[in-house]
């Protein structure tokens, strides 16, 4: 009788064609390409063939079938945890993960049958087969969720503690303003102070409810008009220069580029990927702003000399809490205004008008962010998606 385990091993290569043939007839999220889609799989049927092998208890039968297979501290991650915190950091979603063990069972389980077809003396084989594929998914979503949970603990942590510093200002400043014989340009300045603080709140809380609506699957809406490029990124620049004075900004436009695009939402994201340039670059060197026409759409580099980011981190930089602090620290960027959600959104942004954005780094240029955007995010024949 041939076992399940020597056909896995034996017919590894006709099992992964088959698998990413069924798995790119789920619908998805996302797009997903051979690559990303097949670098786990290998590793994850030596897994489940190895596990075949293992001789088990009815008990350790009954246990791993409901992923309760005990695990010390002292024990390494399991492929599959490993493969659930991969797939995490990848940007796949939990049903994605899902789709992956669903195409392996029924693609190892439709070429089995071929191969045993009317032999009733495999079906414990068979059986064994779901066992070790249902521990391997358990263990994957398991440390997928237990992940998802410690980063909402991180978010939350994060806007308490950003919260605090503006709301503090606000207070202080209000108290001042309740003193009857303050000078006038103290009650100016803490005026001011009150609506810049109740400004960085303000962006904070709206930052964290586009994060919630792009988590759902949703798009963030845009209401596109006749705008300049140019102007969008010397007005970002503007801004940055108030908030970061001692810093140098440099703007180098060939032309007005006009183009088609919701005004509002540009200049988030250019001010989230200026903000973020000036934030991790060196102090006394410049933050450069260059935008000009390639291809028919519209490109603006944004470039700041700063620590390297690590090639291995580069593919999690757009991820939300990006996830992290600074390079200099072996991590990775934060993102606009703390909450770690800034790069995460202006990529947003890009996207809502077929856009993208991508990432340079090295230790001689510096770090630079380039977004391509169409004249038109209506005209389908110029998405970057």
């Known amino acids: 009788m041939t076992r399940m385990s020597e056909f896995l091993l034996e017919n590894i290569d006709a099992i992964l064609a088959e698998w990413e043939e069924f798995a790119r007839t789920i619908p998805t999220k996302s797009e997903r390409s ?17 596990d075949m092998e293992t001789e088990q208890s009815s008990t350790e039968q009954r246990d791993k079938s409901r992923g309760l297979r005990e695990r010390t501290a002292l024990m390494e991650d ?30 190892v389980v439709r070429l089995w049958m071929l191969k045993t077809a009317g ?30 949970e ?40 803490a005026v001011t102070r009150i609506l810049s603080s109740n400004k960085r709140m303000a962006e904070m809380i709206s930052d964290l409810l586009e994060f919630a609506s792009t988590q759902l699957g949703e798009r963030l809406p845009v209401s596109c008009a006749p705008m300049s490029m140019r102007d969008a990124c010397q007005l970002a620049i503007d801004e940055m ?31 989230n990927l200026i903000g973020n340039a000036a934030e991790h670059s060196f102090p006394n060197t410049p933050i450069r702003v260059t935008c000009y026409e390639s291809d028919g759409a519209v490109r603006v580099d944004v470039q700041n000399q700063g620590p ?23 991590s990775l960027h934060r993102g606009g ?12 942004i890009a996207k809502a008008h077929g856009g993208t954005i991508k990432l340079a780094s090295s230790g001689k240029t510096g770090t630079t962010f380039t977004l391509y955007l169409p004249r038109d995010p209506h005209d389908p024949t110029h998405r970057y998606d």
């Open 34 to 50: 051979s690559v990303q889609l097949l670098d786990h799989a290998r590793d994850m049927i030596v897994v489940i063939a190895h």
């Open 78 to 107: 399991s492929p599959a945890q490993s493969h659930g915190g991969a797939r995490l950091e990848q940007g796949f979603t939990i049903n994605e993960i899902l789709a992956e063990y669903r195409a392996i069972r029924a693609s």
């Open 241 to 271: 220069a108030v908030l970061h004075p001692q810093r140098t900004f440099v703007l180098d436009a060939q032309a007005v580029l006009l183009g088609n695009w919701d005004g509002a939402r540009i200049g988030q994201m250019l001010s």
């Open 308 to 330: 390297p980011i690590p090639e291995s981190q580069r593919h999690r930089i757009f991820e939300p809490l990006a996830r992290g602090s600074n390079v200099t620290g072996g």
């Open 119 to 148: 032999n009733g003396s495999n079906l414990l084989e068979l059986i064994r087969f779901n066992e070790a594929v249902d521990e391997s998914m358990t263990e994957s979503v398991a440390r997928y969720t237990s992940r998802i």
């Open 150 to 189: 410690h980063e909402r603990t991180l978010l939350i942590g994060a806007l308490g503690h950003d919260l605090r510093n503006p709301l503090g200002a606000a207070m202080q400043s209000a108290q001042i303003l309740m003193v009857g014989n303050v000078p006038e340009s103290t009650r100016a300045r």
């Open 337 to 348: 205004r703390h909450l770690g959600l800034g790069l995460y959104i202006a990529c947003e």
